[in-house]
């Protein structure tokens, strides 16, 4: 019995030994833990002082803030969520991991065939063609004398504010598949074609009108902001650059218009990019059909309304939107690594 309660003491004494020797293995950490708390505690008592300090300035952007937050985040974080689930809109959420975004890049053929070059192609064209045709208009008008300005510039924006009455009053008369439309009646006038072609029906023209009608109305906000930029340059850079020598337009555009309008034109890259990315119906509205024609002018919006508002499928739809932030996220960091401020400038 004796031996018994020997060894029970023992064994107590070791476990406190132990337990001791835990303890002090762990107070490092622990005091470590208790100082990281401190200093958030700190910080985060600094932050809001210096918020109470300027809390007039922080209520004159609530409304913006509490919009931006409404619309703009919290939507971007539930589709992020949803692209993990299977939902339906009728039963809750389940969740599926990956599997989503597995099928997007594996198993969708009309993802894969249609939707992603059909979008890469009609956003290399669009996006870098409507870009430099903004900067190139804006460049001409800036050299016109200020009173046609105005007219110009009012005329070469004016397309992107009027899209929709442009779409029925200009293009779809244009582009009919018939003798009566404007442009097979002149080719047939003409005697360059012998049949009505069907410019926007047909698989084969449909991503050129797609094309010739997003470039005529790309001339948005970032036209604006070129022709802005350009107008603000500052005029003594060409005088000296003419006493150094310099007699030639396009030397005066590459090495002091545009480096002297970064800012513009990085945001117009931005909205050429936003723009380019997000067009979607223009293809529904010339063809008339959903999908379009053998899915020639089917983009990965198209794709996403597909399975968002046709087959119900929000899980799907909100992966298929991730992959698509995604891409826009790659494009305009090369957009800033080209025309971002680097060290000093």
Not at 111 to 124: Q, R, V
Not at 243 to 264: A, F, H, N, V
Not at 274 to 295: D, H, M, Q, R
């Amino acid at each position: 019995m004796s031996s018994k309660l020997g060894a029970g003491s023992v064994a107590v004494t070791g476990k406190t030994k132990l337990g001791k020797q835990e303890a002090e293995a762990q107070s490092p950490q622990a005091l470590a833990n208790s100082q990281l708390r401190h200093r958030v505690r700190g910080r985060l008592a600094l932050l809001l002082g210096e918020m109470w300090r300027y809390r007039m300035s922080y209520l004159f952007i609530t409304p913006f803030m509490l919009c931006f937050i409404t619309f703009i985040v919290i939507p971007v974080i539930a589709a992020v969520a949803l692209s993990f689930t299977y939902f339906n809109a009728i039963e809750k959420p389940r969740f599926i991991g990956w599997q989503n975004f597995q099928y997007l890049i594996s198993q969708d053929l009309l993802f894969l065939k249609y939707a992603l070059p059909n979008t890469f192609k009609f956003a290399i064209i669009v996006g870098p063609g409507g870009y430099m045709a903004a900067f190139l208009l804006a460049w001409l008008i800036s050299q016109l004398p200020e009173r046609l300005r105005k007219w110009f510039a009012l005329a070469m924006y004016t397309p992107s504010l009027t899209i929709g009455i442009a779409m029925s009053i200009v293009w779809l008369p244009m582009l009919t598949g018939d003798r009566i439309g404007y442009l097979n009646s002149l080719l047939l006038r003409l005697g360059w074609i012998q049949v009505p072609q069907l410019w926007v029906t047909d698989p084969d023209y449909l991503m050129n009108a797609m094309i010739i009608v997003t470039l005529w109305s790309s001339m948005g906000v970032g036209f604006l902001a070129m022709l802005a930029g350009i107008l603000n340059v500052n005029k003594d850079y060409y005088e000296a650059a003419r006493i150094d020598g310099m007699k030639s337009r396009l030397q005066e555009i590459w090495y002091i218009t545009i480096p002297s309008m970064k800012p513009q034109m990085l945001f117009g890259a931005v909205m050429a990019i936003v723009t380019t990315f997000k067009t979607g119906t223009i293809g529904v509205e010339l063809s008339g059909t959903n999908p379009t024609p053998a899915y020639s002018g089917h983009l990965i919006i198209n794709h996403i309304d597909d399975f968002g508002f046709i087959r119900f499928e929000m899980g799907y739809a909100a992966a298929i939107s991730v992959f698509l932030v995604l891409l826009m996220y790659v494009s305009n960091k090369l957009s800033w690594g080209l025309f971002g401020s680097k060290g000093e400038e």
